[in-house]
């Protein structure tokens, strides 16, 4: 479990079994098991807690379903949810129910999901790690991103289980708000939440009650019949009531269970029972003053002392109240364990009776007489629960209570001696807030707490505002290294997010002269930033390369690797490194670096890192060339769970786009174009760099191109030429690459000589700067295209020169899928380069053997395809070549002409076709075609 979860917001207060059964309202929880939200919703004070305490000890006699409908995606599952105030369960459920108490400072969404995460692991250890990891991670990814991670993790649960979110009322939070509504939308049947508030939740009630979906348990079901109040008083807390005195009573009290319970510690001992009962009036507030007055006044002068002064505590212990109250008259622990017995509102927090809390209102109300009789003691009190808070490794609370009293000093010395935890944890709200309470000058005065400010509004995108902190702290910073180095890696990143080239360059440079050479981590980082600009601004991949190279090495060389985004920064610059090692066509040796990269993952805990999402997508990019195309997906899973946990179209544009051509690959054309629009929502999702939208680009025309919609992709060349033709690096060779094989495909399948144009005319260019910047993956793959190029000219010469050229490179890093993603064309160029003597050489021969052997295996199969059902036996492909030849008006021997056929071929061809169409002639065969879709 993560430090920065508390585990007392995590323990089941224990059940109490001398309480009243309240069988009439567990019965109405039960028939609302089948709806998706029970809303407990009442005032402090109603047994909320009580009655869920009750209800969840009895699944224990009657335990729930078990699940059915694990295997139905994530949008048809059913949900069941139940929101609550107070809830205790019984042992016997503790293997199925969980618990989480809410507070102030839960109103940061990272926070809440992660104790939410981290109730969700106290029954199923090894949920939600990946997206625990996120919500510590310096910048937040989506929370629906997060969540539907975890609801899918959700739902390949075996068993059902039962998380109770305590005083949802405290939450005031619309990101919050909304996120729960979504997990309600699609929560999985496994998992049943209960939630207690005083007030309704900004949930969609009303939608849910039109769609019978919601059970309500209000006021007037949860306050105290008179045989209830009867069993209460009499049974439960002692007393020997008269029923008179106690309708009277309930009466007064209109049910209030709180009511009832102060009146009846206050009666303990009274004689005239009947004359306090008449004196018993007024509202609930008023009433509660009287009656708390009327208990305290009834306590010892230590325990009064004790209840006010470990009143500022949300949740205590018996040392945490020693050091409070600094009184060895008074033990804590035993003073704890007193107020449980008499029940003067105190809540175990769990089983070792540890940890506790006061009943929220009881709590609100010692304070307000704390401040009103001893004002001078508050800020000592907090003081000394700031310094326990800190020496037993609770930074949170104790910078908490730090600022309330406005302890700058006490708060500043907190936050710096955690400065390594807290820049990297998900809470950034809560950050922000911290470092908003202080005044401008502490901030100055203390640079290590000012640069740890401008990192804060540097992962909240509040570049201008990072930016003047840092202009603020610059002369401040110059004379201590370590300091110096944080300040330049702040300002180079900012200036990477504006896009600003040239100032990016020399603030880059001029922060690699400045910061010592000993500080590893920040030139580490700088040279990471660095070498990302220079492929995605600049196109310069060497540059690039050596960035990357000396980011590795500083980090390795570093006796702790520093981290950024989860993950140690030689990870992420083995990862970048083992993509140019494949562009230079090194395949095996990129294959090399990337399973380094994920053992180092494992080694440094990067699982849920954006390097390791890397790492894979390069993986699975190599796998998919050596058409292992199972190992692709594998490695694709982890992309898809950490791209969703970061919401970045860098991370799910290249593995929705990838996994398309899987599927397309397969033949499974339905959800190609399924997981295409999710890249494209993807990219639309988040913000997207030119990179980012020439990545999806490259995808979008691979999966157009093998299912032959060249519509689609003319419209998208007319539309994005000027975006296309300005990219730089690797995205606008892809692009060109892929448009280039575009053209080619059209004229296959047209036979329009002006594709052909102009695919030449993209290869020529290209492939001369791709040999210039020795990128021996483009270098290939564009050989690849020209031959076809070639062949379709019938310039045989040129064809097998080039073709063996593209062999040559190929052969030894055994590529596989850049032949096969050209289809036919492709197939027929192989197999007609073995029938001539020039291509030789035995290895090439084999090689070109296996591709063959290839094709047809997972051939790419489009929506486009004719739909010959109607046909007694359907069309080949290349029958499907001839019959559009023919539509053309070519004659027999101009089709055998451009198909390199003999005569005698293209006759049976056609022979074949007027079989298959039950037709006598050539216009019969086109009419037909027409009909059925073929043409």
Same mark, same amino acid.
């Given at each position: 479990?993560?430090?920065?979860?508390?585990?007392?917001?995590?323990?089941?207060?224990?059940?109490?079994?001398?309480?009243?059964?309240?069988?009439?309202?567990?019965?109405?929880?039960?028939?609302?098991?089948?709806?998706?939200?029970?809303?407990?919703?009442?005032?402090?004070?109603?047994?909320?807690?009580?009655?869920?305490?009750?209800?969840?000890?009895?699944?224990?006699?009657?335990?729930?379903?078990?699940?059915?409908?694990?295997?139905?995606?994530?949008?048809?599952?059913?949900?069941?949810?139940?929101?609550?105030?107070?809830?205790?369960?019984?042992?016997?459920?503790?293997?199925?129910?969980?618990?989480?108490?809410?507070?102030?400072?839960?109103?940061?969404?990272?926070?809440?999901?992660?104790?939410?995460?981290?109730?969700?692991?106290?029954?199923?250890?090894?949920?939600?790690?990946?997206?625990?990891?996120?919500?510590?991670?310096?910048?937040?990814?989506?929370?629906?991103?997060? #969540?539907?991670?975890?609801?899918?993790?959700?739902?390949?649960?075996?068993?059902?289980?039962?998380?109770?979110?305590?005083?949802?009322?405290?939450?005031?939070?619309?990101?919050?708000? !909304?996120?729960?509504?979504?997990?309600?939308?699609?929560?999985?049947?496994?998992?049943?939440?209960?939630?207690?508030?005083?007030?309704?939740?900004?949930?969609?009630?009303?939608?849910?009650?039109?769609?019978?979906?919601?059970?309500?348990?209000?006021?007037?079901?949860?306050?105290?019949?008179?045989?209830?109040a009867a069993e209460f008083l009499n049974r439960a807390m002692g007393l020997r009531l008269a029923m008179e005195d106690i309708a009277a009573l309930e009466a007064r009290t209109e049910g209030w269970i709180a009511g009832l319970q102060l009146a009846a510690l206050s009666m303990q001992g009274l004689e005239d029972i009947a004359g306090f009962i008449q004196s018993f009036t007024g509202s609930h507030r008023f009433?509660?003053?009287?009656?708390?007055?009327?208990?305290?006044?009834?306590?010892?002068?230590?325990?009064?002392?004790?209840?006010?002064?470990?009143?500022?505590?949300?949740?205590?212990?018996?040392?945490?109240?020693?050091?409070?109250?600094?009184?060895?008259?008074?033990?804590?622990?035993?003073?704890?364990?007193?107020?449980?017995?008499?029940?003067?509102?105190?809540?175990?927090?769990?089983?070792?009776?540890?940890?506790?809390?006061?009943?929220?209102?009881?709590?609100?109300?010692?304070?307000?007489?704390?401040?009103?009789?001893?004002?001078?003691?508050?800020?000592?009190?907090?003081?000394?629960?700031?310094?326990?808070?800190?020496?037993?490794?609770?930074?949170?609370?104790?910078?908490?209570?730090?600022?309330?009293?406005?302890?700058?000093?006490?708060?500043?010395?907190?936050?710096?001696?955690?400065?390594?935890?807290?820049?990297?944890?998900?809470?950034?709200?809560?950050?922000?807030?911290?470092?908003?309470?202080?005044?401008?000058?502490?901030?100055?005065?203390?640079?290590?707490?000012?640069?740890?400010?401008?990192?804060?509004?540097?992962?909240?995108?509040?570049?201008?505002?990072?930016?003047?902190?840092?202009?603020?702290?610059?002369?401040?910073?110059?004379?201590?290294?370590?300091?110096?180095?944080?300040?330049?890696?702040?300002?180079?990143?900012?200036? &990477?997010?504006?896009?600003?080239?040239?100032?990016?360059?020399?603030?880059?440079?001029?922060? #690699?002269?400045?910061?010592?050479?000993?500080?590893?981590?920040?030139?580490?980082?700088?040279?990471?930033?660095?070498?990302?600009?220079?492929?995605?601004?600049?196109?310069?991949?060497?540059?690039?390369?050596?960035?990357?190279?000396?980011?590795?090495?500083?980090?390795?060389?570093?006796?702790?690797?520093?981290?950024?985004?989860?993950?140690?920064?030689?990870?992420?610059?083995?990862?970048?490194?083992?993509?140019?090692?494949?562009?230079?066509?090194?395949?095996?040796?990129?294959?090399?670096?990337?399973?380094? &990269?994920?053992?180092?993952?494992?080694?440094?805990?990067?699982?849920?890192?954006? &390097?390791?999402?890397?790492?894979?997508?390069?993986?699975?990019?190599?796998?998919?060339?050596?058409?292992?195309?199972?190992?692709?997906?594998?490695?694709?899973?982890?992309?898809?769970?950490?791209?969703?946990?970061?919401?970045?179209?860098?991370?799910?544009?290249?593995?929705?786009?990838?996994?398309?051509?899987?599927?397309?690959?397969?033949?499974?054309?339905?959800?190609?174009?399924?997981?295409?629009?999710?890249?494209?929502?993807?990219?639309?999702?988040?913000?997207?760099?030119?990179?980012?939208?020439?990545?999806?680009?490259?995808?979008?025309?691979?999966?157009?191109?093998?299912?032959?919609?060249?519509?689609?992709?003319?419209?998208?060349?007319?539309?994005?030429?000027?975006?296309?033709?300005?990219?730089?690096?690797?995205?606008?060779?892809?692009?060109?690459?892929?448009?280039?094989?575009?053209?080619?495909?059209?004229?296959?399948?047209?036979?329009?000589?002006?594709?052909?144009?102009?695919?030449?005319?993209?290869?020529?260019?290209?492939?001369?700067?791709?040999?210039?910047?020795?990128?021996?993956?483009?270098?290939?793959? #564009?050989?690849?295209?020209?031959?076809?190029?070639?062949?379709?000219?019938?310039?045989?010469?040129?064809?097998?020169?080039?073709?063996?050229?593209?062999?040559?490179?190929?052969?030894?890093?055994?590529?596989?899928? !850049?032949?096969?993603?050209?289809?036919?064309?492709?197939?027929?160029?192989?197999?007609?380069?073995?029938?001539?003597?020039?291509?030789?050489?035995?290895?090439?021969?084999?090689?070109?053997?296996?591709?063959?052997?290839?094709?047809?295996?997972?051939?790419?199969?489009?929506?486009?395809?004719?739909?010959?059902?109607?046909?007694?036996?359907?069309?080949?492909?290349?029958?499907?070549?001839?019959?559009?030849?023919?539509?053309?008006?070519?004659?027999?021997?101009?089709?055998?002409?451009?198909?390199?056929?003999?005569?005698?071929?293209?006759?049976?061809?056609?022979?074949?076709?007027?079989?298959?169409?039950?037709?006598?002639?050539?216009?019969?065969?086109?009419?037909?075609?027409?009909?059925?879709?073929?043409?």
């Amino acid at each position: 479990m993560p430090a920065a979860i508390l585990a007392t917001k995590l323990y089941i207060p224990p059940h109490r079994a001398n309480l009243v059964p309240r069988s009439r309202l567990t019965g109405k929880l039960n028939e609302g098991l089948h709806h998706k939200l029970t809303l407990i919703s009442a005032p402090a004070g109603f047994g909320k807690t009580t009655l869920l305490s009750e209800w969840i000890a009895s699944f224990a006699l009657s335990p729930l379903p078990a699940s059915t409908s694990t295997s139905l995606p994530l949008s048809v599952r059913s949900a069941r949810l139940v929101v609550g105030q107070d809830a205790t369960l019984s042992a016997v459920d503790a293997a199925r129910a969980t618990w989480l108490s809410l507070d102030e400072g839960d109103n940061d969404p990272a926070r809440f999901w992660s104790h939410f995460i981290a109730a969700l692991q106290s029954l199923f250890p090894n949920i939600g790690e990946a997206a625990m990891d996120a919500l510590q991670s310096p910048q937040l990814p989506a929370i629906e991103s997060i #969540l539907t991670s975890l609801l899918n993790e959700i739902a390949a649960l075996p068993n059902d289980f039962i998380l109770v979110l305590d005083d949802y009322h405290i939450i005031d939070s619309k990101p919050i708000d !909304s996120a729960l509504a979504f997990l309600i939308e699609q929560l999985p049947p496994q998992m049943h939440l209960v939630i207690a508030t005083r007030e309704d939740p900004g949930l969609p009630l009303s939608r849910l009650r039109a769609r019978d979906q919601l059970t309500e348990l209000r006021v007037k079901d949860l306050r105290f019949t008179e045989s209830e109040a009867a069993e209460f008083l009499n049974r439960a807390m002692g007393l020997r009531l008269a029923m008179e005195d106690i309708a009277a009573l309930e009466a007064r009290t209109e049910g209030w269970i709180a009511g009832l319970q102060l009146a009846a510690l206050s009666m303990q001992g009274l004689e005239d029972i009947a004359g306090f009962i008449q004196s018993f009036t007024g509202s609930h507030r008023f009433v509660l003053d009287y009656l708390l007055e009327e208990v305290l006044h009834r306590q010892s002068e230590a325990i009064q002392k004790f209840l006010l002064q470990t009143s500022i505590l949300e949740r205590m212990c018996g040392a945490l109240c020693d050091a409070l109250l600094l009184d060895p008259s008074i033990n804590g622990q035993e003073t704890l364990e007193y107020l449980e017995h008499a029940n003067l509102f105190i809540v175990s927090m769990d089983n070792e009776r540890r940890w506790y809390r006061y009943h929220h209102l009881f709590a609100e109300l010692l304070r307000t007489r704390l401040a009103r009789a001893y004002p001078d003691h508050i800020p000592d009190l907090h003081r000394r629960a700031s310094d326990w808070y800190a020496l037993n490794n609770f930074p949170y609370e104790a910078i908490t209570h730090a600022l309330t009293i406005q302890d700058w000093s006490r708060a500043a010395d907190v936050i710096e001696r955690h400065t390594d935890e807290l820049p990297i944890h998900g809470e950034r709200n809560t950050r922000l807030n911290w470092f908003e309470s202080f005044p401008a000058q502490v901030l100055l005065d203390r640079p290590g707490l000012g640069l740890t400010y401008a990192w804060a509004l540097l992962l909240s995108n509040q570049l201008d505002r990072a930016e003047n902190q840092l202009n603020q702290l610059e002369l401040r910073v110059q004379t201590v290294p370590t300091l110096l180095g944080e300040h330049y890696v702040i300002r180079v990143m900012v200036a &990477a997010r504006r896009l600003d080239v040239s100032s990016f360059y020399e603030l880059a440079r001029q922060a #690699l002269s400045r910061v010592p050479p000993e500080e590893a981590s920040p030139r580490s980082r700088i040279l990471l930033t660095l070498g990302v600009a220079y492929e995605e601004m600049s196109g310069d991949i060497a540059a690039a390369r050596n960035a990357f190279r000396e980011a590795y090495e500083l980090g390795i060389a570093s006796p702790s690797p520093s981290s950024v985004g989860n993950a140690p920064l030689p990870l992420t610059a083995l990862a970048y490194l083992a993509d140019y090692e494949w562009l230079q066509g090194n395949l095996r040796s990129a294959s090399e670096m990337y399973e380094q &990269a994920l053992e180092l993952s494992e080694k440094w805990g990067g699982q849920s890192s954006i &390097a390791l999402c890397l790492a894979q997508q390069g993986r699975a990019s190599l796998l998919y060339e050596w058409n292992d195309l199972d190992g692709t997906v594998h490695a694709l899973q982890d992309c898809f769970r950490i791209g969703e946990l970061w919401k970045g179209s860098r991370f799910l544009v290249p593995a929705y786009g990838l996994s398309a051509l899987v599927m397309q690959a397969r033949g499974q054309v339905k959800e190609a174009n399924e997981l295409i629009q999710r890249a494209e929502q993807a990219a639309r999702d988040t913000y997207s760099s030119p990179y980012d939208l020439g990545m999806l680009a490259l995808y979008q025309i691979a999966l157009w191109t093998a299912q032959n919609d060249f519509k689609v992709i003319e419209q998208w060349e007319q539309t994005h030429d000027s975006e296309w033709r300005s990219q730089t690096g690797r995205a606008r060779d892809a692009l060109t690459i892929a448009l280039a094989q575009a053209r080619i495909t059209r004229y296959h399948r047209t036979r329009d000589i002006s594709a052909l144009e102009q695919a030449s005319a993209l290869i020529g260019p290209a492939l001369q700067q791709a040999q210039a910047g020795g990128i021996a993956l483009h270098v290939t793959r #564009l050989l690849l295209l020209d031959a076809l190029a070639l062949y379709a000219q019938r310039n045989t010469a040129s064809t097998l020169t080039t073709l063996k050229r593209a062999l040559l490179q190929a052969e030894p890093e055994k590529y596989v899928r !850049s032949f096969l993603d050209l289809g036919k064309p492709m197939q027929e160029l192989l197999s007609w380069s073995l029938e001539s003597p020039e291509l030789s050489e035995p290895r090439l021969r084999a090689y070109v053997g296996g591709l063959l052997s290839r094709f047809g295996a997972d051939a790419p199969v489009g929506p486009s395809q004719p739909k010959d059902d109607a046909l007694i036996e359907p069309l080949t492909e290349r029958e499907l070549e001839v019959l559009r030849l023919v539509a053309q008006g070519l004659s027999n021997r101009e089709i055998g002409d451009r198909l390199f056929l003999a005569l005698s071929t293209v006759k049976g061809h056609t022979r074949l076709i007027f079989d298959k169409l039950q037709v006598q002639r050539r216009t019969e065969a086109v009419a037909r075609a027409r009909e059925l879709g073929l043409l």
